[in-house]
């Protein structure tokens, strides 16, 4: 077992693909899906708040816009950037906001 042939010093490869590449991708969808989670919910959770009634197409809409569009314009957007997962950033832009306000307002 010479010239890099043991199977311990290989990388794992799937789908001809290796293991820390699939890993950043699938972490790429994830932020991506995450961040369309996050504007749905804010959209439902104000829409209820405000208490009134969507057509069914601005609702699907919506769902398809927040679930389908964004995610997949997300996730295009950080593949063909520069720097590596540049919607993460998008992402902990989207939380340092609350929980900055969830500090203050917390009752000592």
């Known amino acids: 077992m010479s010239n890099g042939t043991d199977p311990s010093q290989m990388d794992e490869t799937y789908f001809g693909l ?48 927040c679930f389908g569009f964004l995610p997949v314009t997300l996730y295009l957007y950080d593949r063909c950037h520069e720097r590596d997962f540049v919607i993460a950033e998008l992402g902990h832009t989207m939380v340092r906001p609350v929980a900055l306000l969830s500090r203050i307002l917390r009752v000592p």
């Open 18 to 65: 290796s293991k820390k590449y699939l890993i950043f991708e699938v972490g790429r969808i994830s932020y991506a899906v995450g961040i369309g989670t996050a504007v749905m919910t804010v959209f439902v959770l104000g829409v209820s708040v405000i208490g009134i009634e969507l057509p069914e197409i601005v609702v699907f809409a919506s769902f398809v816009i």
